[in-house]
Nanobody, 125 residues
C-alpha cells in the first residue's frame, strides 16, 4: 500500500521561509516523479512544482519560480519543497503526489497516481 505523507506546514510571515516534506512508502521511491500542488480557499487545485524520477529535472509554476525549490532524497524516500520569500497568496493546502513509474516532471494532476492528505500553509501579511 502506498502512503504519501506531507509535513512541515504552518503559519509564516510574508517574506519568510518554510520547508515542506513528503515521505513516501510502499513503492521504490527513486523510480517515481513527485509533484507538489496547492489549493487555496475557493479555488481549484493548481500545480506548484515537480521533479522527475531521474536526472533531477524540475518544473515550476510561474507564480513560484525563483522562490520555491523542489528536491528529493531517494535514500530517505522523501521529497521537499523549500518555500522562500513567501507571500500571502501562497496560503493554501499543499499536496504531494507520486506519479507513474519512470515519469517526468509533469504539470498535469492526471499524471499523478498517489496523493497525500495535504498540509496547511498560511502566510500572514
Amino acid at each position: 500500500q502506498v502512503q504519501v505523507v506531507e509535513s512541515g506546514g504552518g503559519l509564516v510571515q510574508a517574506g519568510g521561509s518554510l520547508r515542506l516534506s513528503c515521505a513516501v512508502s510502499g513503492r521504490t521511491f527513486s523510480d517515481y516523479p513527485v509533484g507538489w500542488f496547492r489549493q487555496a480557499p475557493g479555488k481549484e487545485r493548481e500545480f506548484v512544482a515537480a521533479i522527475s524520477w531521474s536526472h533531477g529535472i524540475t518544473n515550476y509554476a510561474n507564480s513560484v519560480k525563483g522562490r520555491f525549490t523542489i528536491s528529493r532524497d531517494n535514500a530517505k524516500a522523501t521529497a521537499y519543497l523549500q518555500m522562500n520569500t513567501v507571500k500571502p497568496e501562497d496560503t493554501a493546502v499543499y499536496y504531494c503526489a507520486l506519479g507513474g513509474p519512470f515519469g517526468g516532471a509533469s504539470l498535469s494532476q492526471g499524471q499523478y497516481r498517489y496523493w497525500g492528505q495535504g498540509t496547511q500553509v498560511t502566510v500572514s501579511s
